[in-house]
């Protein structure tokens, strides 16, 4: 069976449920996978890496069976299929075809005759130990240095690493309405129906609105509403608490691959998506991207993202990770396996990449986090918005959705606090929160001290003694002004001067999470 063609005529969900129940009790799972192959083979699988799976899965267990069907693409006897899911319904609906040695598709019954896989399915664990599953194209689950390899202009991918990253820093408080926008395999509508009343999902692809409907009915999920379309298109003029979307934000030179390039001219999909987004929420409700931006001679990168965001919101914009032209360009033409062409049509395609970013006068593209609050008192001129723009790439820790939650929250809380409000306040340091003293060995005092969070963003800022002592009394019970003062009379300092210095360091170490302001009783 081909692995890089598109199926034809993909599965029906009518038997889903049968299929579940089978690969559940085959302990078809992220966990039994994991036991099975080994720590080794299973990270192998998850960079395309099929050959210590394969050697793992040489016995007949329904287990081993199901792996090599639906993960590793090999064809088994009907017998063995039989042994492991409802064989008749799974080849009545088309999840699985019967094959015969040569790899071709048969009619009629062989001695021995063996059945393939026509989808993808891959175990995936929910943020609550569900037992979900992503239903994809053959061949096309992500990772590996050599890329998914497959030009069809409709493949729809599994889940990777920019799907996981989305969905972990998604906000997860319950709403009315989500809408999953550019849904591909189904992964965020999946996410989102845990906590949303009804879920959209949309994309342009008419094969990504089928493989979702597979991936929510094999997955137990509720069904969602299915619109095609390109960006809000389908949605009309419906708003919604919770937008989320891992758009085909790649920057390239045409639109040769749906599930990636966005085919419009350099960022201008990110930038349409986000600028429009802001409409489509309801006041308090949340739109969180993955994007790629230009970084252009001339132009400070977080000027462009500044202007991307819309009238009545408030944002947050985090870059990860930044990587010049050539960089770039060679990423993404592994990605669509160009690198294993004719050397020619690889420079080719390569040049095309180049002159484009020239043209654009683009020297590097950044990657990140764009999320965006509607805020109606932000929209009715009652306060100013609060845009973060930040450059972050150092390691975080997933999942982000209350830190983005609370990041907002933090946001209307010294909006409304002048300096007099904030040392009337009472502060508690956060639970994660640990003190480094960096200094010469022996040495009577340190050199500086460092607050780092263990967990979330990670952060860490630097302190003087002052900071690290009021961080440390920080336990709720004193007002901020009151430990000032004490701190003064400790150290013979002015606590006047103190009061007048020192709002701005708690500022900042509440933006940042390291200070939890405590409601007053």
Same mark, same amino acid.
């Given at each position: 069976?081909?692995?890089?063609?598109?199926?034809?005529?993909?599965?029906?969900?009518?038997?889903?449920? $049968?299929?579940?129940?089978?690969?559940?009790?085959?302990?078809?799972?992220?966990?039994?996978?994991?036991?099975?192959?080994?720590?080794?083979?299973?990270?192998?699988?998850?960079?395309?890496?099929?050959?210590?799976?394969?050697?793992?899965? $040489?016995?007949?267990?329904?287990?081993?069976?199901?792996?090599?069907?639906?993960?590793?693409?090999?064809?088994?006897?009907?017998?063995?299929?039989?042994?492991?899911?409802?064989?008749?319904?799974?080849?009545?609906? @088309?999840?699985?075809?019967?094959?015969?040695?040569?790899?071709?598709?048969?009619?009629?019954?062989?001695?021995?005759?063996?059945?393939?896989?026509?989808?993808?399915?891959?175990?995936?664990?929910?943020?609550?130990?569900?037992?979900?599953?992503?239903?994809?194209?053959? @061949?096309?689950?992500?990772?590996?240095?050599?890329?998914?390899?497959?030009?069809?202009? @409709?493949?729809?991918?599994?889940?990777?690493?920019?799907?996981?990253?989305?969905?972990?820093?998604?906000?997860?408080?319950?709403?009315?309405?989500?809408?999953?926008?550019?849904?591909?395999?189904?992964?965020?509508?999946?996410?989102?129906?845990?906590?949303?009343?009804?879920?959209?999902?949309?994309?342009?692809?008419?094969?990504?609105?089928?493989?979702?409907?597979?991936?929510?009915?094999?997955?137990?999920?509720?069904?969602?509403?299915?619109?095609?379309?390109?960006?809000?298109?389908?949605?009309?003029?419906?708003?919604?608490?919770?937008?989320?979307?891992?758009?085909?934000?790649?920057?390239?030179?045409?639109? /040769?691959?749906?599930?990636?390039?966005?085919?419009?001219?350099?960022?201008?999909?990110?930038?349409?998506?986000?600028?429009?987004?802001?409409?489509?929420?309801?006041?308090?409700?949340?739109?969180?991207?993955?994007?790629?931006?230009?970084?252009?001679?001339?132009?400070?990168?977080?000027?462009?993202?500044?202007?991307?965001?819309?009238?009545?919101?408030?944002?947050?914009?985090?870059?990860?990770?930044?990587?010049?032209?050539?960089?770039?360009?060679?990423?993404?033409?592994?990605?669509?396996?160009?690198?294993?062409?004719?050397?020619?049509?690889?420079?080719?395609?390569?040049?095309?990449?180049?002159?484009?970013?020239?043209?654009?006068?683009?020297?590097?593209?950044?990657?990140?986090?764009?999320?965006?609050?509607?805020?109606?008192?932000?929209?009715?001129?009652?306060?100013?918005? &609060?845009?973060?723009?930040?450059?972050?790439?150092?390691?975080?820790?997933?999942?982000? @959705?209350?830190?983005?939650?609370?990041?907002?929250?933090?946001?209307?809380?010294?909006?409304?606090?002048?300096?007099?409000?904030?040392?009337?306040?009472?502060?508690?340091?956060?639970?994660?929160?640990?003190?480094?003293?960096?200094?010469?060995?022996?040495?009577?005092?340190?050199?500086?001290?460092?607050?780092?969070?263990?967990?979330?963003? /990670?952060?860490?800022?630097?302190?003087?003694?002052?900071?690290?002592?009021?961080?440390?009394?920080?336990?709720?019970?004193? &007002?901020?002004?009151?430990?000032?003062?004490?701190?003064?009379?400790?150290?013979?300092?002015?606590?006047?001067?103190?009061?007048?210095?020192?709002?701005?360091?708690?500022?900042?170490?509440?933006?940042?999470?390291?200070?939890?302001?405590?409601?007053?009783?």
């Amino acid at each position: 069976m081909s692995t890089t063609s598109l199926t034809s005529r993909l599965p029906v969900p009518a038997h889903a449920a $049968r299929l579940r129940e089978a690969l559940l009790a085959a302990d078809f799972t992220a966990d039994g996978l994991l036991e099975l192959l080994g720590a080794p083979a299973y990270a192998a699988l998850a960079r395309s890496e099929t050959v210590p799976a394969l050697r793992a899965t $040489r016995g007949d267990s329904p287990l081993e069976t199901l792996v090599r069907l639906f993960l590793l693409q090999r064809p088994v006897s009907r017998a063995r299929a039989a042994a492991a899911l409802p064989l008749e319904e799974c080849l009545a609906d @088309g999840w699985l075809v019967q094959v015969g040695e040569s790899g071709g598709q048969v009619a009629d019954q062989e001695a021995d005759p063996e059945v393939g896989a026509c989808v993808d399915i891959r175990p995936y664990g929910g943020p609550d130990g569900q037992d979900w599953f992503i239903v994809s194209d053959l @061949g096309c689950a992500v990772g590996g240095a050599g890329g998914i390899g497959n030009k069809d202009e @409709g493949v729809v991918l599994g889940v990777g690493g920019a799907s996981t990253t989305l969905a972990g820093i998604t906000v997860r408080t319950p709403v009315s309405s989500a809408l999953d926008l550019g849904t591909g395999s189904g992964i965020q509508a999946l996410h989102a129906a845990q906590h949303a009343t009804l879920v959209t999902a949309t994309d342009l692809n008419p094969r990504a609105l089928d493989f979702t409907r597979l991936t929510l009915a094999l997955s137990g999920a509720r069904e969602a509403e299915l619109l095609q379309g390109s960006l809000f298109e389908p949605v009309d003029g419906d708003t919604y608490d919770l937008i989320v979307s891992n758009p085909p934000f790649v920057i390239s030179p045409g639109a /040769r691959l749906t599930y990636r390039d966005g085919g419009m001219g350099g960022d201008d999909l990110c930038r349409t998506l986000v600028r429009e987004a802001g409409e489509r929420l309801n006041d308090g409700g949340y739109a969180q991207f993955l994007a790629n931006w230009q970084h252009v001679e001339g132009e400070e990168w977080q000027d462009r993202l500044r202007s991307w965001v819309p009238r009545g919101c408030d944002a947050w914009i985090v870059q990860r990770e930044v990587q010049d032209v050539t960089q770039y360009a060679e990423l993404w033409l592994r990605d669509s396996g160009d690198h294993r062409a004719d050397p020619e049509a690889y420079a080719l395609r390569y040049e095309a990449w180049l002159d484009e970013f020239e043209a654009r006068k683009t020297k590097a593209v950044g990657f990140g986090w764009i999320t965006l609050r509607r805020n109606a008192a932000v929209a009715s001129g009652e306060v100013e918005p &609060s845009i973060v723009i930040e450059e972050w790439p150092h390691p975080v820790e997933q999942p982000l @959705g209350d830190t983005v939650r609370a990041h907002f929250e933090r946001q209307d809380y010294l909006r409304t606090r002048d300096d007099a409000a904030l040392l009337a306040d009472r502060f508690t340091l956060a639970s994660e929160v640990v003190q480094e003293q960096v200094g010469l060995p022996g040495a009577e005092d340190p050199e500086h001290v460092v607050l780092r969070q263990n967990r979330g963003m /990670r952060r860490a800022t630097k302190v003087d003694h002052v900071g690290a002592g009021f961080a440390g009394v920080c336990d709720g019970t004193l &007002s901020a002004g009151r430990i000032l003062d004490a701190i003064g009379q400790l150290m013979g300092e002015d606590p006047v001067l103190l009061r007048d210095r020192t709002p701005q360091a708690i500022r900042l170490l509440v933006e940042e999470g390291f200070l939890i302001p405590t409601p007053s009783t």
